[in-house]
């Protein structure tokens, strides 16, 4: 049988982010995906040996818009291993608190756009719909709705006063009855599962050998999240990995969709647990030796290594971020696919090129 | 403060590869460091149960390292991430963009804007040449 290669992307539309695989056809079945990256590559890492220590943080928190607090998280518990500091224990819950906001509104965004991915578009705008109140709680606390730039070496730069921490309770609530009424739908609606029950599978020992992180790995049953490492505040609440076992895009869309929820969970407990204290710890000296710092992103493991020389300098800052690691296993299940399901599978690792092209 | 790292030598890294899937760990990354004008390093980053396991792999710039995608197939993309950014040729490598990962280097025969080294691409050697190619020249920024 001829075979027939089909680009997708850099541009598609169920993908606004510049990333092509090239498929090999027989007929309509996938036999074969090469993926071809560097339509946008920044070179951000590289910017280390340009920018200070300090500076580095805005750059680290433009890796991806999505989860920039993140980012920035990962890269200032890196920096404060270096040189012996202790964020303050409100830092710490802050820190959870805005991070888990911006799973939150990461997870609504994606549940959102795989809903279009299949044509639900109501679907989609009913949790975008959603995802702007979220968005509105980081711009009414950070002052920005994606770059929230809160982190600094040492600690946070902004607080909550009482009204805002009621305020944010109140508004989760609401966030939450509207999430919870839609799991019917995006669990069980016939025309959500015909699309992806079944569909590009990854098993647990394929996901474990191929290196697969987050939601990706979760999804076939492995039940690893580095929020069990405990950074930030993570070390004084109630966590436990959201895990499903079918490794199917419906399985990947259920541990969001639960994650979500689980979110608005650890927001309350870290609320709860916010007592009077400093913001930050001054930082002195320079950061000096090598570190790896992981944090769980929306997407899943974010690896950074750090190497300072004690200047103002770093030598070296390495991410290794989620979605780079999810493309091997998105490049081995794609084979044996109906042509038609490429877009569905290719959205259920939530892909954030952004962050791919550091 | 360094990071736990067990320093292999090149001709061990397969075994030691292939000694820690069997362990059961799970490939993360590697990480390119360079430490002089000539000298670099690659860190192997595995995980088990929430637990790293670095490897610390000593090589020359422009240099090779055997490719450990044929033990861990996840990690032909960052070998060839590293090959595209720092000359680095991995023997093996089970998918080889030959020094042409990224789109930007395919197409303009130089890497992107914030790399130190970049690789200027070979002419194409035309069908049939060796998998993995000739090695590109290194050029400091």
């Not at chain 1, 090469?34 to 590289?46: F, N």
């Not at chain 1, 030598?315 to 038609?340: H, K, M, Q, S, W």
């Amino acid at each position: 049988m001829a075979r027939t290669v089909i680009p997708f992307g850099p541009q598609h539309p169920v993908l606004p982010e510049p990333i092509h695989l090239s498929l090999v056809l027989e007929d309509e079945k996938v036999v074969e995906a090469l993926p071809t990256l560097g339509y946008v590559h920044r070179g951000l890492e590289m910017l280390a040996v340009k920018r200070d220590y300090n500076q580095m943080i805005q750059i680290v928190e433009r890796v991806c818009g999505i989860c920039s607090m993140i980012h920035s998280l990962c890269y200032c518990q890196g920096i404060e291993e270096m040189m012996g500091l202790e964020a303050p224990r409100r830092a710490r819950m802050l820190r959870v608190v805005w991070s888990e906001l911006h799973r939150l509104h990461s997870h609504l965004l994606w549940l959102g756009l795989f809903a279009d991915s299949f044509g639900f578009e109501s679907l989609f705008m009913q949790l975008w719909k959603i995802r702007e109140r979220v968005m509105d709680l980081n711009e009414a606390t950070t002052g920005n709705r994606v770059i929230v730039s809160v982190n600094v070496v040492g600690g946070v730069r902004a607080d909550l006063d009482e009204g805002q921490v009621r305020w944010i309770k109140d508004t989760l609530v609401e966030v939450e009855a509207s999430i919870r009424s839609l799991q019917s739908t995006i669990m069980n609606d016939s025309t959500v599962c015909k699309r992806t029950k079944g569909i590009g599978v990854l098993t647990k020992q394929a996901a474990h050998d191929l290196g697969a992180a987050g939601p990706m790995l979760r999804g076939s049953g492995i039940a690893q999240d580095m929020r069990q490492l405990k950074y930030a505040g993570f070390d004084e609440l109630a966590f436990e990995p959201v895990v499903e076992t079918a490794g199917d895009c419906w399985a990947r869309s259920a541990v969001r969709f639960r994650e979500a929820l689980q979110s608005i969970d650890l927001v309350r407990q870290a609320l709860d647990k916010l007592e009077p204290g400093d913001l930050a710890v001054k930082a002195k000296g320079r950061p000096e030796g090598e570190v790896i710092t992981r944090v769980e992103q929306p997407r899943g493991e974010c690896l950074y290594y750090l190497k300072g020389n004690g200047s103002l300098f770093l030598e070296r800052v390495r991410i290794r971020t989620p979605t780079f690691a999810n493309i091997p296993p998105l490049a081995a299940i794609l084979p044996g696919l109906d042509f038609a399901d490429v877009p569905v599978v290719v959205l259920s690792i939530d892909p954030c090129i952004s962050c791919t092209e550091r | 403060m360094s990071i736990e790292a067990l320093p292999v030598a090149p001709a061990d890294l397969l075994a030691a590869a292939t000694r820690l899937k069997n362990d059961g760990y799970r490939f993360v990354t590697m990480t390119s460091v360079e430490l002089d004008q000539t000298n670099m390093e690659i860190l192997y980053h595995f995980d088990k149960s929430l637990a790293l396991k670095n490897l610390r792999v000593p090589v020359e710039k422009g240099g090779e390292l055997p490719s450990i995608s044929g033990v861990v197939f996840a990690a032909f993309l960052v070998e060839n991430e590293i090959r595209d950014q720092y000359a680095v040729r991995f023997e093996g490598l089970v998918l080889d963009y030959q020094g042409k990962l990224y789109a930007e280097t395919a197409q303009t025969a130089a890497s992107s804007p914030f790399c130190r080294y970049h690789v200027k691409a070979e002419p194409d050697p035309g069908p049939g040449s060796a998998p993995g190619g000739q090695p590109g020249s290194l050029e400091g920024k």
